[in-house]
């Protein structure tokens, strides 16, 4: 069992070439169950559930200044490569890595720190992929409670690198930020920004750091 603090942004090149736009940090986190079977002293492969929430925040600086901060949160499903040192060290080092499956479980969009109602955000959560892949790693560090818990400590890193949004959300974004004064509901083009010449949107990235601790508990040996 762990969780820990994380740190997110919703990168998009569009949105980073537009000078309309500054991102922000938001302060994120996750929570969740591991569980790994190891080949040996040294080797194992892990899964589990974590609830995660990503944040991003980008505050528009045109004709009309607001804060915007984006939030997408999901079950994920990692399977992930452990390595660990000695374990029947006091202390041990460990170290994972693997592909990371984000299931979609709800989205919201706040304005000045204000969220949507229950309808537009059942609608924004629209824009939003069911499943989006990504990959992560953790390393830290590890201490021997007896022979069966151990207590851990370490830092985490990783993204996403499919399109966190839906081809048909980004076809209305291009289709609304290339007609301005046509409202394509319930799609929110506040925000995004789109090639001019082609129409189109760019994948949608979403990178993570932060940090982790739990307890391990071991079930056999």
């Given at each position: 069992?762990?969780?820990?603090?994380?740190?997110?942004?919703?990168?998009?090149?569009?949105?980073?070439?537009?000078?309309?736009?500054?991102?922000?940090v938001?302060?994120a986190?996750?929570?969740g169950?591991?569980?790994?079977?190891?080949?040996?002293?040294?080797?194992?492969?892990?899964?589990?559930?974590?609830?995660?929430?990503?944040?991003t925040?980008?505050?528009?600086?045109?004709?009309?200044?607001?804060e915007?901060?984006?939030?997408?949160?999901?079950?994920?499903?990692?399977?992930?490569?452990?390595?660990?040192?000695?374990?029947?060290?006091?202390?041990?080092?460990?170290?994972?890595?693997?592909?990371?499956?984000?299931?979609?479980?709800?989205?919201?969009?706040?304005?000045?720190?204000?969220?949507?109602?229950?309808?537009?955000?059942?609608?924004?959560?629209?824009?939003?992929?069911?499943?989006?892949?990504?990959?992560?790693?953790?390393?830290?560090?590890?201490?021997?409670?007896?022979s069966?818990?151990?207590?851990?400590?370490g830092?985490?890193?990783?993204?996403?690198?499919?399109?966190?949004?839906?081809?048909?959300?980004?076809?209305?974004i291009?289709?609304?930020?290339?007609?301005?004064?046509?409202?394509?509901?319930?799609?929110?083009?506040?925000?995004?920004?789109?090639d001019?010449?082609?129409?189109?949107?760019?994948?949608?990235?979403?990178?993570?750091?932060?940090?982790?601790?739990g307890?391990?508990?071991?079930?056999?040996?």
């Amino acid at each position: 069992m762990k969780l820990g603090p994380l740190a997110t942004l919703f990168v998009n090149q569009q949105d980073s070439d537009n000078g309309a736009y500054e991102y922000e940090v938001r302060s994120a986190g996750f929570s969740g169950l591991t569980v790994a079977y190891h080949f040996n002293d040294k080797l194992g492969l892990g899964t589990g559930l974590q609830f995660a929430s990503y944040r991003t925040g980008q505050p528009f600086t045109g004709t009309q200044p607001r804060e915007l901060t984006q939030i997408s949160q999901y079950l994920m499903v990692p399977l992930h490569l452990h390595v660990n040192s000695d374990p029947s060290s006091t202390a041990m080092g460990y170290f994972y890595f693997g592909p990371e499956f984000h299931f979609n479980t709800g989205a919201d969009i706040k304005f000045n720190d204000i969220g949507l109602d229950d309808q537009a955000k059942e609608d924004f959560e629209r824009l939003r992929q069911s499943l989006v892949v990504g990959a992560g790693m953790g390393a830290g560090v590890g201490i021997n409670v007896g022979s069966l818990i151990t207590i851990f400590a370490g830092v985490v890193i990783g993204g996403t690198f499919t399109d966190l949004y839906t081809d048909e959300a980004k076809e209305a974004i291009a289709i609304s930020n290339s007609n301005p004064d046509k409202n394509y509901a319930p799609y929110s083009t506040e925000g995004f920004s789109v090639d001019i010449k082609t129409g189109e949107r760019t994948t949608t990235f979403i990178p993570k750091a932060g940090g982790e601790l739990g307890v391990k508990v071991k079930l056999f040996q």
